[in-house]
């Protein structure tokens, strides 16, 4: 393969919370399926432990090597001349040094002038339905945000990502350099960076993990006296988990009937001869804590972790005058 052209790159081994990469692009943005800015905050902010387990790799990055091959193959087929340059290589943006991006796969077709980053994915067939047609610009926008970051890090113009299904079908969706959208994702980079990591400020929360992120531990304290506001919020949760557990029951009747109905048949098969219903066995193990501790209390106290965490339970009170 070619040596890296005039690109800066940064050493695969070199510490992740220095920069922004290609997969933490869509947590800045608040789109990506896996992390929300918050959590994307601590990973960046929190110090590394020194000594801690190799990262196992993915299923993904197993795989790699198997998708580019069959993109070459696939390209080759189509009768593209494919020039393969480099693959895994980190690159650090040339103004805002705390981007970077690693690129999958490069690659120059055609004898054009530029590369073209490849950003290589697997894909689980049943998330098929995400995913458009080969070769055209339908795929889940967290990866298009990957690519066009890479695309804004190599100051390049043309992109694509192979997406593996199953072992067998590999789909390309091209990706062309916007300027507008990268611009706007760089700013928003930006601030993510300066607002929150070097400031140490975290983003505002999302969801329910990040509220037991930013406050994992009461404060000593007075109980906080609800507002009118606060106070429908209580009796609004108050009035869901009651409906929760009403339908929770009627289900539980329902499912009652019919395993009643089946007795010692192991599937139901619905009118259109479809299964619906499967009543299985099934085989597993499990440990048995009491009988370790007592056969083996040694062991059983060497091995237990003690932990804390902050329950949240609403009470049973009197709503007269709410």
Known sequence: MNAPDALAVIAAGHDRSKFLGGSDIAAVLGISPWRTPLQLWQDKTTPRVEGSPKKVFTRGQRWESVVAEMLVEDLQRQGRKVEILRANTRYQDEDLRFLAAEIDFELRLDDADEVTNCE??????????????????????????????????????????????????????????????????????????????????????KNLADLGILFGKEAEGPPLLAD???????????????????????????????????????????????????????????????????????????????????????????????
Do not use: C
């Open 120 to 205: 290589l994915k697997t894909v689980h067939p049943f998330r098929m339905r995400e995913w458009g047609d080969t070769g055209s610009d339908d795929l889940p926008v967290h990866y298009t945000a990957q690519v066009m970051h890479g695309l804004g890090v190599t100051r390049r113009r043309s992109g694509m990502l192979a997406a593996l299904f199953g072992a067998d079908e590999l789909r390309t969706y091209p990706v062309a350099a916007d300027d507008e959208t990268i611009a706007g994702m760089r700013a928003q980079a930006l601030a993510f960076w300066n607002d929150h990591v070097l400031a140490g400020l975290p983003p505002a929360p």
């Open 228 to 322: 009118p506001e606060l106070a429908a919020r209580v009796m609004q949760l108050r009035a869901l988990l009651t409906e929760i557990k009403a339908r929770e029951a009627e289900a539980e009747a329902v499912e009652f009937d019919i395993k009643r109905a089946m007795r010692e048949a192991s599937e139901i098969v619905m009118p259109n001869g479809k299964s619906a219903v499967e009543w299985k066995s099934r085989k597993g193990s499990w440990l048995d804590e009491a009988a370790l501790k007592e056969a083996h209390p040694a062991i059983a106290r060497e091995f237990t972790r003690k932990w804390e965490s902050r329950v949240f339970k609403l009470k049973q009170f009197d709503t007269k005058g709410l």
